[in-house]
C-alpha cells in the first residue's frame, strides 16, 4: 500500500527525518512513536506532499506503486483526500471556523466526485453519524467552535475518510483530548479504518495510544530509527535503551509514603466562583499540608485553572475562603497580600509563553527578589539549584529549550523562599525524557525546601508517581480526594474509575440544574434500579472529612 | 444589545458630539469679523440684528444661544450661515458630494488593496510581494496634493493622447451620470491610492496569518486545489479583521477628504469644513461635525453587521 524508502527530510541544512523506512500494508497499522523533533510529524506531510517550500526531500515514498516525492502538484491535490487523507491533530485549529462543519465534510467530497451538493450534503450526515456524533443532521450545521473537543476530532476523522481513502494517516488524533474521550476516539478511529479497510499510519508519543491500536510499532528519535518490530515485541522486550526509557517513562509506580508533620499550609473551604453562564468553581474544599503534594486532575473546563487564579488573587473569593499560613485571604491589607504573596508562588505550563523573550535569564530570576526588596546576588545560587550554570544569566529565554527554560521558571518561583508552589500543568508541554528530568529536579527542591505543591496535571500516571493525595474535579466540584494509593488503587467514585481505565464516557454533557452533576455521563447510574436513582437526580452528593467521593453510591457510602 | 438601546445610545453621542463642537466654536470663533472690514462700516446695532437674527451674536448669552441651536436641530433645523443662509440645505448638497466622492474612494481602494495584499500574501517574498511593497511605500510617502497633481498631469497626458476630454479635472459635474464620472474619477483615485496601500499592508498581514493555520493545511489535505483553498479558507477567514478597518475607514473619511476636495474644486463636506471655520459659521462647523459623527456610527454599525455575516455562529 505504502511503501517509504530512504526518506530524509531537511529544514535548510537541518535534517530532520533521516533515512527512514517503513511499509504500512491494507488494514494494518503502523504506530510510528517518538518524541516531538523525531521527524515523525516531517514524514506524515512528506507523504501527503505537504512539507513547506523551504523543505527539501530525498527517497522514495511510494503509494500503490505510483512514486509521490516526484509527482507534481496537480497529481498530488488529485490523491489528497482521496487515496491519501490526514487526520490532524489539535482539531480547535483543522476546521475553519466560518464553515459549517458539515459543509467542511462535503467539501471534501466534492473536490473528488462530481456529485450535487445535496448528495454530498447527506453523504456527510451519514459521515458524521458512522463517527458517533449524535443527533447528526443537526450537528452538521454546526460551527467548529460549537463542538467539544472530542467531536471536533471525530469530525476530522470523518472529513479523512469521506472518499474511502486507501492510506490513512493520523498525526498525534488523541494528544489534545482528555482521557476518558481519547479511548473513544481510538476506537472510531479503528472502526473507520475497518469499514474503509484503508492502511493506517498512527503517529504518536504516547506509547499507551500505540499499544491500544497498532499492529506494529516504529520508534523514531532525532529523524533516525530507533527500533521497529510488532507492538508485542517491542513494548514487552524492547532492545534499544531509548525505548526504555520511553517505556519507563510511561509505566507507574506509588510514590512511597512517607510520614509528614501535619500542618495546613493553604486551605480552602466552600469555594465558588461563577462566571456568567459558567459556573466555573462551585464549592470546592480541600487542605494542603506542609510538605506534601496534593495533585489535582480533571478535564479541560473542570474548573482546575479557575481554582488556581482563585487562590492565586488572595483577594476575597465570591464564596468560601482561602486561608494562607493560617491567614483568610478576604482580610489581608494590601501590605499583608505582599508579605503572603512570598510564600505563595505559582509555575504555569508552558515557560516559552510564561517568560519575558525582551528579560534575560538572570533579570527574570532576580525579579521576584528586586520587587520584594532582597539582593539580586542569590541569582547564581538559584540557578545552581535548578541545574544550570551561572552563565545562563545572561541569555534569553529563546536561546533555551523547553526543559531549561521550564527551570528558569521555577528557579523565578523558588526565589522567595516559599512555603506552597502550585504548579499548573508545569511538565505537560516537554517531551517525556525531559519531563522526568524536571520531575527529579522538583522532588529534590521539595524534599530539600519542604515546600508543598498544588500540581495541576491531565497526566495521571505522573500524578500517582509524585502526589502524596490527589483530588479529582469534575464540573467545578471535586468528584474524589484522598490518600493517593487509595484513590489510584480504589477509586470510589465513577468518573474517577473512568479516568483510570482511560474507559469510554459519553463526549457529550448537558448542564445538570440539581443532584449530581456527572449522572449524564455516569455508567453506574445508568444500570441503577428506579429507587436509588432518585437520589442523584434529587441531592447533590457532598464529601465530608478529608478524603472520600461524591457520590451517593460508591462502597463507602451508607447506601 | 438590544438594538433600539443602541440606536439610543448612538443619537445621545451624536447630540453630544455636535453640541461639544457646537460649543467650542461658539466660544473661539468671531463670526462679528465677517463685518469688521467693511467701509463704511456698518452701524453696530445693524450687525447685532444681522448676528441676532442667524443666532451667531456673542452678545447673546451662551445658554440662550444654545438653547435656540439644539432646540432648532431637535426639529431637524440646523440653524443658519452667517450670511443667512440654511445649513441643512447646504449641507445636504454637499454630503451628497462627499458621499459619491468617498465611496467610489473606498470601494476602489478596497478592492485593490485586498486583490493585492492577497497575491502579495500568497506569493510571500517573491516577486510581487517585494514589487507590491515597494509601490506601497512610494504611495504611503507621498502626500495627497503631490498624488493629485501627478493624477491630474496624467490625465492631461491622457486626453492630449486620445484626443478627447474625457477625464475632468475640476468641479463636480452637473450633466447627468456620465459627467459626473469623468469628474469623479481622478478625485477618486487619489483617494483609493493610498487607501488601497494601507489596506493591502493589513490584508496581507492577515492573509500571512491565516495561510499558516492548520484548517489551511486541512483544506490542501482535503485535494482541494490551491485556487479555492487560498479563496474559501484563507481569503474568507482573513476578511473578518481587514472589514472591520475598511469599513472605519468611511466613517474617518467622510470629513478627511478635504485636501482631494479642495484640490479638485469640489463642494464637499471637508472643504465646506474649512471656509466655515474661515467664516466663522459656527453652526455649520456644528452641523459638519453631526454629520461625521453620524457617519462614525453608522460604521460601526456596518461593522457590526458584516462581522456577523463574515463570522457567523460566533456568540458575541
Known amino acids: 500500500m505504502i511503501d517509504v524508502t530512504d526518506l530524509s527530510v531537511s529544514f535548510g541544512a537541518t535534517p530532520v527525518v533521516r533515512g527512514l523506512s517503513f511499509s504500512v500494508a491494507r488494514g494494518e497499522v503502523l504506530g510510528l512513536i517518538g518524541e516531538s523533533g523525531s521527524g515523525k510529524s516531517a514524514t506524515a506531510l512528506a507523504v501527503m506532499g505537504l512539507l513547506p517550500r523551504t ?22 491535490t488529485a490523491l489528497r483526500g482521496r487515496a491519501m487523507a490526514i487526520v490532524f491533530q489539535d482539531p480547535l485549529q483543522a476546521f475553519t471556523p466560518v464553515h459549517r462543519v458539515g459543509a467542511q465534510i462535503a467539501e471534501a467530497i466534492r473536490a473528488h466526485r462530481r456529485v450535487p451538493r445535496k448528495v454530498a450534503a447527506r453523504r456527510a450526515v451519514e459521515l458524521l453519524d458512522l463517527v458517533g456524533i449524535r443527533d447528526p443532521h443537526q450537528r452538521a450545521r454546526s460551527y467548529p467552535h460549537e463542538f467539544s473537543g472530542g467531536m471536533r476530532q471525530r469530525a476530522l476523522i470523518a472529513m479523512a475518510i469521506a472518499n474511502d481513502p486507501d492510506l490513512l494517516i493520523a498525526d498525534e488524533p488523541t494528544t489534545a483530548l482528555d482521557v476518558t474521550v481519547q479511548a473513544h476516539v481510538l476506537d472510531v478511529l479503528k472502526t473507520a479504518q475497518r469499514e474503509t479497510g484503508a492502511a493506517l499510519l498512527l503517529i504518536t508519543h504516547d506509547l499507551s495510544v500505540v499499544a491500544r491500536a497498532a499492529d506494529r510499532v516504529h520508534v523514531l528519535r532525532r529523524g533516525l530509527t530507533v527500533e521497529t518490530g510488532t507492538v508485542e515485541e517491542v513494548l514487552r522486550a524492547p532492545r534499544e535503551a531509548y525505548t526504555k526509557s520511553l517505556i519507563a517513562a ?26 456568567p453562564g459558567v459556573k466555573a468553581v462551585d464549592g470546592v474544599s480541600f487542605d494542603l499540608r506542609s510538605g506534601e503534594t496534593l495533585g489535582l486532575v480533571g478535564e479541560s473546563g473542570s474548573g ?3 481554582l488556581l487564579m482563585e487562590i492565586m488573587a488572595l483577594a476575597r473569593p465570591q464564596r468560601g475562603s482561602v486561608t494562607v499560613l493560617g491567614r483568610d485571604t478576604a482580610t489581608l491589607s494590601r501590605r499583608e497580600r505582599r508579605r503572603v504573596r512570598r510564600d505563595l508562588q505559582i509555575v504555569f505550563q508552558d515557560p516559552s509563553a510564561s517568560l519575558d523573550p525582551r528579560m534575560t535569564v538572570g533579570a527574570i530570576v532576580a525579579e521576584p527578589l528586586v520587587t520584594h526588596g532582597r539582593s539580586a546576588g542569590r541569582v547564581p545560587e538559584l540557578l545552581a539549584q535548578v541545574g544550570l550554570p551561572p552563565a545562563y544569566a545572561a541569555r534569553h529565554p529563546v536561546h533555551l529549550s523547553g526543559g531549561q527554560r521550564q527551570r528558569v521558571a521555577i528557579a523565578r518561583a523558588i526565589a522567595l523562599d516559599p512555603a506552597v508552589l502550585v504548579l499548573d500543568e508545569p511538565v505537560s508541554a516537554l517531551d517525556p525524557t525531559i519531563r522526568a528530568e524536571i520531575i527529579v529536579l522538583l522532588e529534590s527542591l521539595r524534599a530539600e525546601r519542604g515546600l508543598s ?34 484513590v489510584f488503587t ?26 449530581c452533576r456527572f449522572r449524564p455521563r455516569c455508567p453506574l447510574y445508568a444500570e441503577l434500579p428506579a429507587a436509588p436513582r432518585s437520589r442523584c437526580v434529587t441531592e447533590e452528593p457532598e464529601i465530608s472529612g478529608d478524603s472520600g467521593a461524591a457520590c451517593h453510591h460508591h462502597p463507602g457510602e451508607a447506601p | 444589545m438590544g438594538i433600539m438601546v443602541r440606536l439610543v445610545n448612538y443619537t445621545a453621542l451624536i447630540v453630544v458630539a455636535s453640541s461639544l463642537a457646537w460649543l ?108 507590491s511593497g515597494g509601490v506601497v511605500f512610494l504611495l504611503l510617502a507621498v502626500p495627497a496634493v503631490v498624488l493629485a497633481n501627478v493624477l491630474i498631469i496624467g490625465a492631461i497626458r491622457f486626453n492630449d493622447a486620445t484626443g478627447t476630454r474625457f477625464l475632468m479635472v475640476s468641479g463636480e459635474g452637473d450633466g447627468g451620470p456620465l459627467d459626473r464620472l469623468r469628474h469623479l474619477v481622478l478625485p477618486a483615485l487619489t483617494l483609493a491610492l493610498p487607501l488601497a496601500a494601507v489596506f493591502s499592508r493589513y490584508q496581507r498581514n492577515a492573509m500571512l496569518d491565516v495561510l499558516d493555520a492548520d484548517y489551511v493545511r486541512t483544506a490542501r489535505a482535503k485535494g482541494l486545489p490551491r485556487r479555492t483553498v487560498v479563496v474559501r479558507h484563507a481569503l474568507r477567514t482573513a476578511l473578518i479583521p481587514t472589514t472591520t478597518y475598511l469599513t472605519f475607514t468611511f466613517g474617518a473619511l467622510l470629513v478627511g477628504s478635504t485636501v482631494t476636495e479642495t484640490v479638485f474644486g469640489r463642494p464637499g463636506l471637508g472643504q465646506r469644513l474649512i471656509t466655515a471655520i474661515q467664516t466663522s459659521d459656527v453652526n455649520t462647523v456644528a452641523g459638519i461635525t453631526a454629520v461625521a459623527a453620524a457617519a462614525l456610527l453608522l460604521s460601526a454599525v456596518a461593522a457590526d453587521v458584516l462581522q456577523r455575516v463574515l463570522n457567523p455562529g460566533r456568540a458575541r
Do not use: C
Open chain 2, 24 to 131: 467650542l466654536a461658539a466660544v473661539t470663533l468671531d463670526p462679528r469679523a465677517n463685518y469688521a472690514g467693511r467701509t463704511p462700516a456698518p452701524p453696530v446695532a445693524v450687525v447685532d440684528a444681522a448676528l441676532s437674527e442667524v443666532n451667531l451674536n456673542d452678545h447673546d448669552p451662551l445658554l440662550d444661544r444654545y438653547l435656540t441651536w439644539i432646540s432648532g436641530v431637535a426639529r431637524g433645523d440646523f440653524g443658519r450661515t452667517w450670511d443667512g443662509l440654511s445649513v441643512g440645505a447646504d449641507l445636504a448638497d454637499r454630503a451628497g458630494v462627499t458621499l459619491r466622492l468617498v465611496t467610489a474612494g473606498l470601494l476602489v481602494g478596497a478592492l485593490l488593496g485586498l486583490t493585492v495584499g492577497t497575491l502579495a500574501a500568497v506569493h510571500h517574498r517573491r516577486w510581487f510581494d517585494r514589487l
Open chain 1, 490 to 515: 480504589a477509586p470510589g467514585h465513577p468518573y474517577t474509575k473512568a479516568l483510570l481505565r482511560a474507559s469510554t464516557l459519553r463526549d457529550d454533557d448537558p448542564k445538570i440544574a440539581a443532584g
Open chain 1, 304 to 306: 482546575k485553572t479557575t
Open chain 1, 55 to 76: 523543505a527539501s526531500t530525498t527517497g522514495s515514498i511510494r503509494l500503490n506503486g505510483e512514486e509521490l516525492t516526484t509527482a507534481g502538484e496537480k497529481r498530488l
Open chain 1, 250 to 275: 510511561m509505566e507507574a509506580d506509588d510514590r512511597p509514603a512517607a510520614a509528614r508533620p501535619v500542618r495546613t499550609v493553604l486551605e480552602v473551604r466552600d469555594l465558588v466562583r461563577h462566571h
Open chain 1, 453 to 486: 505543591y498544588l500540581f495541576v496535571a491531565h497526566d495521571l500516571p505522573l500524578i500517582r508517581r509524585i502526589a502524596d493525595r490527589v483530588a479529582v474535579m469534575y464540573r467545578g466540584r471535586i468528584a474524589e480526594i484522598g490518600p493517593a494509593h487509595q
